[in-house]
């Protein structure tokens, strides 16, 4: 009977330790709309009530939503990490964004910006056990997710002590040139219509255009640990942006990390690389002043 409840009790144990994935949904007043999104709880969240963690929010890619980053080995890789001892316990926070790029559309019919930073965001850190300080909020996404990173870490620096961003969807092209684009019926530019405009608002494509706001605040912006990657085949020519970024924020001493690896615009590239973004997380967490 002894061993029976000691096996009993080191199960519940292993139980605790183990990292879980909670999926919810908030009715958003700023959206008018209910907003899904799930959050990984890292080993030891329910083990110790009163323990606080760092908190990275990921930001998914187009066409794809808040359950994507763990239904594609990303749950595993962060158990496989801390096991290892490679990263130290974190929440990871995915919210659902469509096609809204991450910005108020020109219009102001979607003011997801305006969501993450005065609703989303608060909700998260009031209902989950969030350490409290931009020393320990990051911000981290893929390809439009990417783009969404670097521009709230940007637009934002005073709220995030680190950004990442994978085959970000960074584009050097004009907004003329786009525009252009958009009446051949290119893919990719037809779905920046309804967020920045039909033709494009060049004030709002300027407001939120990451490489505008790193100039505007490169000062703030050095506080800031930067990491990005692109593979050199990407399908969407984002290689490009990401080397435009390098050189912007090379020559405006920005300190950063910037890696242009062998690869694509797939799911398996992302996830090849996707340890060292959440080490460079890791390491980074508290690293930073307010």
């Not at 995915?94 to 019919?109: L, M």
């Not at 505008?212 to 085949?233: D, M, P, Q, S």
Request: glycine residues 6%; aromatic residues 12%; charged residues 20%.
């Amino acid at each position: 009977m002894r061993r029976f409840v000691i096996l009993f009790l080191l199960l519940k144990l292993s139980c605790l330790a183990e990292s879980r994935i909670d999926c919810n949904a908030l009715n958003s007043k700023i959206l008018h709309q209910t907003v899904h999104y799930c959050v990984l709880l890292p080993s030891g969240y329910e083990a110790d009530k009163s323990a606080t963690f760092p908190v990275l929010y990921f930001l998914h890619g187009l066409g794809e939503n808040e359950q994507t980053l763990f239904k594609t080995g990303g749950w595993s890789l962060v158990q496989d990490l801390e096991q290892q001892k490679k990263i130290s316990p974190f929440l990871i926070v995915t919210p659902e964004a469509k096609a809204s790029f991450y910005v108020n559309s020109a219009n102001g019919k979607v003011l997801y910006s305006d969501f993450l930073m005065r609703e989303f965001i608060p909700f998260i850190e009031k209902r989950f056990r969030v350490r409290e300080g931009r020393p320990w909020r990051a911000i981290s996404g893929i390809s439009m997710g990417g783009y969404g990173a670097l521009r709230f870490a940007f637009a934002f620096p005073q709220m995030f002590s680190a950004v990442s961003a994978e085959s970000a969807a960074l584009l050097t092209s004009s907004p003329q040139q786009l525009d252009a684009a958009m009446r051949t019926g290119s893919p990719i530019v037809r779905l920046l219509g309804p967020v920045f405009g039909n033709p494009i608002s060049v004030a709002h494509w300027n407001k939120n255009n990451p490489f505008t706001l790193a100039k505007e605040n490169r000062v703030a912006i050095r506080k800031l640990a930067i990491y990005f990657n692109c593979g050199r085949n990407d399908e969407y020519q984002f290689e490009d942006g990401a080397e435009a970024l390098d050189r912007l924020l090379s020559q405006e001493k920005v300190k950063h990390e910037y890696y242009l690896y062998p690869g694509n615009h797939t799911a398996s590239y992302f996830l090849e690389h996707l340890g060292e973004v959440l080490q460079f997380h890791s390491k980074n967490f508290g690293t930073r002043g307010r």
